[in-house]
């Protein structure tokens, strides 16, 4: 004899939320980034904070970029402005490429504050990831600046 449990049939109601798991995009890094004119950020990680803001960049399908300094991470520029959390703090061209190791290469060549520097964008792993009520997608990445490498994300966040 089986027997199993079972609820009674007086149901209050109650709605089960289910949880979906972002799921990491398959689109070709360089068609993300090119077709996006909203705010890709770079951090050492999403739980992140920094006195002086999160690096933040928008990069547009005629080459350009454009560099911000944020507060917190923003579902768009609109409500980063919005916010007033929003400062930029450079500006200048941007080239995609892939290395022999088949990562995407990002290559800022910007001024920020007026001051030439070269930033590069080694993108690595995909990601996607739900935090503080947004969902992420980008990737693992390592930046360098002027020699220095840093391990990190480089992301978009999306409500």
């Given at each position: 004899v089986?027997?199993?449990c079972?609820?009674?049939?007086?149901?209050t109601?109650?709605?089960?939320?289910?949880?979906s798991?972002?799921?990491?995009?398959?689109?070709?890094?360089?068609?993300?980034?090119?077709?996006?004119?909203?705010?890709?950020y770079?951090s050492?990680?999403?739980?992140y904070k920094?006195?002086?803001?999160i690096?933040?960049?928008?990069?547009?399908?005629g080459?350009?970029?454009?560099a911000?300094?944020?507060?917190?991470y923003?579902?768009?520029y609109?409500a980063?402005k919005?916010?007033?959390?929003?400062?930029?703090?450079?500006?200048?061209?941007?080239?995609?490429?892939?290395?022999?190791?088949?990562?995407?290469?990002?290559?800022?060549?910007m001024?920020?504050?007026?001051?030439?520097?070269?930033y590069?964008?080694?993108?690595?792993?995909g990601l996607?990831?739900?935090?503080?009520?947004?969902?992420f997608?980008?990737?693992?990445a390592a930046?360098?600046?002027d020699s220095?490498?840093?391990?990190?994300v480089?992301?978009?966040a999306?409500?």
């Amino acid at each position: 004899v089986l027997t199993g449990c079972a609820q009674s049939g007086m149901d209050t109601g109650r709605s089960v939320k289910k949880v979906s798991t972002p799921i990491v995009s398959k689109v070709a890094p360089s068609k993300q980034i090119r077709n996006s004119s909203q705010l890709w950020y770079f951090s050492k990680n999403l739980k992140y904070k920094s006195n002086s803001g999160i690096e933040a960049f928008i990069f547009t399908k005629g080459g350009t970029v454009r560099a911000y300094n944020v507060k917190k991470y923003y579902a768009s520029y609109a409500a980063a402005k919005k916010a007033k959390g929003i400062s930029k703090f450079g500006q200048g061209t941007y080239k995609l490429s892939v290395n022999k190791q088949k990562q995407t290469v990002v290559t800022l060549k910007m001024k920020l504050s007026g001051i030439p520097a070269t930033y590069q964008f080694k993108l690595k792993k995909g990601l996607a990831k739900k935090y503080k009520g947004l969902t992420f997608y980008g990737f693992n990445a390592a930046r360098t600046v002027d020699s220095d490498t840093v391990n990190g994300v480089f992301v978009q966040a999306k409500k």
